[in-house]
């Protein structure tokens, strides 16, 4: 089945967001619901949704700071799986196409080479597990449903319930001549939220039959590796001390090695560029860079 996605309402929940606000720009006449505008955790809220009639409903809202979820498991549940809950089922209520936007860290990261859509989910922390929480609930209440598994986003919104994205963190630390300590053992495939968005929209004319499909950019290094490459292209001279993962303490663990392969979406024709090829974009987006 091929439908145009220029002949679709689509919604975008948590448009304000990092990934939400790219994917705002990319479907220029997308519906876009802030957090002011809808309350996923509200199933009444949620039925906003039925006055707008979708197509195509792509629900970002998601709690994501890994190590409050620790903290709160609540909130974690509530936003990320109860709110997964309440949009798909007003998505199966009204027949609309249901997008629920997940991560790599429901994968415990013991692979040690790149996570397929085949592979069995099997979370670490409270995060990933109220993640998968809202993956089940997408697909069991949901017929007509995409699961798109992202991973280590960077945006030029920045993510607000992380206070920007780790791009600018580096940039703005070494500028002041802070320390930088960066682990160097935990690898994880960084991605530009342009590229999702692009492909995201290209996925969406294809419309390729309902399930799991993993969305980043190809290629992957340990977040030692990316900081290094951020301060290699913008030209800034700061050392970078590598650091294991169990010498930093942080509430919640994290996956050792969670990146992703397309696997799916390259059969359908769909390639993200390199992980490299998409930093240099975002930092000349952001004005980081002058060529």
């Given at each position: 089945?091929v439908?145009?996605?220029?002949?679709?309402?689509?919604?975008?929940?948590?448009?304000?967001?990092?990934?939400?606000?790219?994917?705002v720009?990319?479907?220029?006449?997308?519906?876009?619901l802030?957090?002011?505008?809808?309350?996923?955790?509200?199933?009444?809220?949620?039925?906003?949704?039925?006055?707008?009639?979708?197509?195509?409903?792509i629900?970002?809202?998601?709690?994501?700071?890994?190590?409050?979820c620790?903290?709160?498991?609540?909130?974690?549940?509530k936003?990320?799986?109860?709110?997964?809950?309440?949009?798909a089922?007003?998505?199966?209520?009204?027949?609309?196409?249901?997008?629920?936007?997940?991560?790599?860290?429901?994968?415990?990261?013991?692979?040690?080479?790149p996570?397929?859509?085949?592979?069995?989910?099997?979370?670490?922390?409270?995060?990933?597990l109220?993640?998968?929480?809202?993956?089940?609930?997408?697909?069991?209440?949901?017929?007509?449903?995409?699961?798109?598994?992202v991973?280590s986003?960077?945006?030029?919104?920045?993510?607000?319930?992380?206070g920007?994205?780790?791009v600018?963190t580096?940039?703005e630390?070494?500028?002041?001549?802070?320390?930088?300590?960066?682990?160097?053992?935990?690898?994880?495939?960084?991605?530009?939220?342009?590229?999702?968005?692009v492909?995201?929209?290209?996925?969406?004319?294809?419309?390729?039959?309902?399930?799991?499909?993993?969305?980043?950019?190809?290629?992957?290094?340990s977040?030692?590796?990316?900081?290094?490459?951020?301060?290699?292209?913008?030209?800034?001279?700061?050392?970078?001390?590598?650091?294991?993962?169990?010498?930093?303490?942080?509430?919640?663990?994290?996956?050792?090695?969670?990146?992703l392969?397309?696997?799916?979406?390259?059969?359908?024709?769909?390639?993200?560029?390199?992980?490299k090829?998409?930093?240099?974009?975002?930092?000349?987006?952001?004005?980081?860079?002058?060529?």
């Amino acid at each position: 089945m091929v439908v145009g996605a220029y002949n679709m309402r689509v919604v975008v929940i948590g448009a304000s967001g990092q990934l939400g606000s790219d994917i705002v720009k990319v479907f220029k006449d997308a519906i876009s619901l802030t957090h002011d505008d809808i309350e996923v955790t509200d199933l009444k809220s949620c039925e906003i949704l039925k006055e707008m009639e979708p197509n195509v409903v792509i629900n970002c809202a998601a709690f994501v700071r890994v190590d409050d979820c620790e903290v709160n498991p609540e909130v974690a549940f509530k936003v990320n799986g109860v709110g997964a809950y309440n949009v798909a089922r007003i998505c199966r209520e009204t027949n609309a196409i249901n997008i629920y936007i997940s991560t790599d860290y429901v994968f415990n990261g013991v692979k040690n080479e790149p996570y397929t859509e085949n592979d069995i989910p099997n979370p670490i922390n409270i995060y990933g597990l109220s993640k998968l929480a809202g993956e089940i609930a997408t697909k069991n209440y949901s017929p007509k449903h995409y699961i798109i598994r992202v991973a280590s986003l960077y945006g030029v919104k920045g993510a607000r319930g992380k206070g920007g994205n780790f791009v600018e963190t580096i940039i703005e630390r070494a500028k002041k001549g802070e320390e930088l300590r960066v682990v160097d053992d935990i690898v994880m495939s960084p991605t530009y939220t342009k590229d999702v968005a692009v492909a995201l929209k290209e996925f969406i004319k294809v419309m390729p039959e309902f399930g799991v499909y993993h969305m980043v950019n190809a290629g992957y290094c340990s977040w030692f590796e990316f900081a290094r490459e951020i301060l290699n292209l913008t030209k800034i001279e700061k050392e970078i001390k590598p650091v294991k993962s169990d010498e930093i303490k942080r509430q919640a663990k994290r996956p050792k090695f969670s990146a992703l392969k397309n696997e799916k979406i390259e059969k359908l024709g769909i390639r993200m560029r390199y992980w490299k090829d998409a930093l240099v974009d975002y930092l000349t987006d952001k004005g980081h860079l002058c060529f």
